[in-house]
C-alpha cells in the first residue's frame, strides 16, 4: 500500500489531474468501467484502501492520499490513469452522421461536459473545441459528460479557420447560434452536413467563428428573457436537428 506523497505513482497522478496534457485521469467505477468498455487501456488503476475488495493488478493508496486526488466530494475508491486521447479535426465527420458542434470560447468545463452528453445523445459524431474553450479531458468535463465524453470524438485547441479548411471537402454549411439577430430556429431549413457554432455566454460567438456562419439563428424566448445557458441552447437546437432527421426518413 501506498502512504507517501513522494511515490512516482501518486506524483504522476497529480500532474495528471493539475496539467492533462498528455495523461487524463477518471475518477469512480462506473466511469473507469464505461472507459474499458469503450476500448481504453488503463496505464494504471488506483483504489483507496478501505474501498473494499480490490482489483487485480490495482494499485493502492492509503485513504488520506486517495483523498487528496479524489475531485469529488466522497471519493468514489478508484481512479485510472489513461493516456489522452488525440482526434483530429479532420476525423470528426468519420464517425457517424453529418453534424459538428463547434465550441467557441466556452471556458466552464461543466458545461463542455454537458454539451457532449446532449450531442452524443442527438447523434453528432464530433466536438471540434476552439481557443478559449476548456479542456474536453478535464475532470469536471468528464463528468458532466456521464460517460460521453468517453465515446465522442472531441478535437482540441481547433481554430474555427482551421476547422474549416479540414471539412472543406464535405461542403458543410456553418450555423451560428446567437441570441440576437438570425432567424427563428423553427423557420429555417437546416439539412445535409452542418457544423453548429456555439459560443460562450455573454461573450457569444468570436468574430473569426461569425464569419464563417453560411447562416445565424436563435431561439425564440418570452421575454424577459433573452438567452439560454449555453448547454441547455445546445440541447434545443441539436434535438431539433434530430427531430428534423427523422422526419427527413420516414417513407413518404
Known amino acids: ?9 501518486f506524483q504522476r497522478v497529480r500532474n495528471a489531474i493539475r496539467d492533462h496534457a498528455d495523461e487524463i ?3 469512480g467505477p462506473k466511469a473507469v468501467a464505461d472507459a474499458m468498455a469503450g476500448g481504453w487501456t488503463p496505464i494504471a488503476v488506483i483504489e483507496r484502501a478501505a474501498s473494499g475488495e480490490q482489483r487485480a493488478g490495482a494499485i493502492v493508496f492509503a485513504e488520506a492520499l486517495f483523498d487528496q486526488l479524489s475531485e469529488t466530494k ?9 493516456e489522452r486521447p488525440r482526434t ?59 460517460g460521453s465524453l468517453l465515446r465522442l470524438p472531441a478535437a482540441v485547441e481547433v481554430a474555427p479557420e482551421e476547422l474549416r479548411d479540414h471539412l472543406r471537402s464535405l461542403a458543410p454549411r456553418w450555423i ?5 439577430g438570425g432567424g427563428e430556429l423553427y423557420d429555417e431549413p437546416l439539412a445535409g452536413a452542418l457544423v453548429l457554432a456555439l459560443g460562450a455566454e455573454g461573450a457569444g460567438l468570436s468574430p473569426a ?19 439560454l445557458n449555453v448547454a441547455t441552447a445546445a440541447a434545443v437546437v441539436l434535438f431539433e436537428l434530430r427531430r428534423r432527421r427523422a422526419l427527413a426518413a420516414v417513407p413518404a
Open 88 to 146: 483530429t479535426a479532420a476525423e470528426l465527420f468519420a464517425q457517424r452522421g453529418k453534424l459538428v458542434v463547434a465550441l467557441d470560447g466556452v471556458q466552464d468545463p461543466g458545461n463542455v461536459g454537458a454539451i457532449a452528453r446532449v450531442a452524443e445523445a442527438a447523434g453528432v459524431c464530433g466536438l471540434a473545441c476552439g481557443p478559449g474553450t476548456a479542456d474536453p479531458n478535464h475532470p469536471r468535463a468528464l463528468r458532466a459528460s456521464a
Open 25 to 27: 485521469v477518471i475518477e
Open 1 to 9: 500500500m501506498i502512504t507517501s506523497r513522494q511515490n512516482a505513482w
Open 209 to 227: 467563428a461569425e464569419r464563417l456562419a453560411d447562416l445565424r439563428v436563435r431561439i425564440p424566448t418570452e421575454p424577459p428573457v433573452e438567452s
Open 176 to 180: 451560428a447560434l446567437v441570441a440576437h
Open 74 to 82: 466522497t471519493a468514489q475508491g478508484v481512479l485510472a490513469l489513461f
